[in-house]
């Protein structure tokens, strides 16, 4: 019985250990538009590396870091780095970037205006409420020459440090995420692009003002502190970062997502 039994509990042996190798799964938050769809581009390389990639669809900026800071999920791509270091300092999490994957060009859209010398006095902005995409906005406004802040290198600024406003702007500060459902209540809004995307906007033709390729707002994958060196966890790096990624961003996008690599 047991030389007949030997040969099968090998076997199962050698199909568990297998399994074991090929069993790496990473859990990765991100919005759904172009982060969700880049990591399901890459879906089958990882695959064939022994690493199955789960992909959880969010549409806020909170609950992606917090997952992973509770460890109930590997990683996100979604934020920036000055975002990043906003969230840390606020809720005390300990996050750190793996590598730098594209650029989201920051736009200012309107659907009353089609050029911003039609900017009527006192017309209403809407911008991100969250710090750094708040800052982003106000300083692409600045650079639009609609306002002047006190400080135009301050990632971090916000409508009070506004110092110049002679066109009397209101400025609104809403969830980034509801910008492009505001679009239409307001005169201009400064919409992410990866919503703007979702909301059928092309930033490179919609965009009455958009970021140049010089923006410091590159899109990042995020872990835990500590987990940087994980296997899987560089094979992503990895895989996010080859020539066949830009080439699928490149054509996809259009220039609205540029790479960063």
Known sequence: MKRR??????????????????????????T????????EFIKPELAKQGVELDVKVFTDYVQPNVQVEEKRLDANFFQHQPYLD????????????????HVEPFGVYSRKIKNLKDLKDGATVAI???????????????????????????????AKDIVTNSRKLKIRELEAATLPRVIDQVD?????TNYALEAGLVPTRDALVIEGAESPYANILVVRQGNENNAAIKKLVAALRTPA????????????????F
């Open 5 to 30: 039994f030997a040969p099968v509990l090998a076997g199962l042996l050698a199909v568990a250990s297998f399994s074991a190798v090929a069993a790496d799964k990473l859990s990765v938050a991100a």
């Open 32 to 39: 759904p538009v172009p982060h969700a769809e880049i990591l």
């Open 86 to 101: 906003s969230f840390n300092k606020e809720k005390g999490s300990h996050l750190v970037t793996v590598a730098l994957v």
């Open 128 to 158: 991100p409420n969250d710090p750094t995409n708040g800052g982003r906005a106000l300083l692409l406004l600045e650079k639009a020459g609609l306002i002047k802040l006190k400080d135009s290198k301050n990632l971090q600024a916000t």
């Open 188 to 192: 201009l809004a400064a919409i992410n």
């Open 245 to 260: 990624v830009k080439k699928f961003i490149q054509d996809k996008y259009k220039g609205a997502v540029v790479p960063a």
